[in-house]
Nanobody
């Protein structure tokens, strides 16, 4: 089981940017697709973005398409989420998780970590 630690969250004004990082440990990282999910207060956890194991394919939720960019560096065992044009509705705890990338979507697997808090407010 890959262990993941999310960092980079914080308080940002609407329209601002943040870059989230996910550091992985374990030997299976490079062979696994990775995804970002988020959970806002009072809401269920929702899909944000996913990337295939090689980085050749990506997918985004409609709510973040054009604003967020997912990337990975397998040599460093890292996955990133560059967030721009942030909106108050982006406020949530963000989680990274390994899973399976397929043509119809992304299926997470493994255990959820602690996540990193993103707050967009003026």
């Amino acid at each position: 089981q890959v262990q993941l630690v999310e960092t980079g969250g914080g308080l940002v004004q609407p329209g601002g940017s943040l870059r989230l990082s996910c550091a992985a440990s374990g030997s299976t990282f490079s062979a696994s697709a990775m995804g970002w999910y988020r959970q806002a207060p009072g809401k269920e956890r929702e899909f944000v973005s996913a990337i295939s194991w090689s980085g050749g394919h990506t997918r985004y939720a409609d709510s973040v398409k054009g604003r967020f960019t997912i990337s990975r560096d397998n040599a460093k065992k890292m996955v990133y989420l560059q967030m721009t044009s942030l909106k108050p509705e982006d406020t949530a705890v963000y989680y990274c998780i390994r899973g399976t990338y397929y043509s119809g979507g992304y299926s997470p697997s493994g255990s959820w970590g602690q996540g990193t808090q993103v707050t967009v407010s003026s």
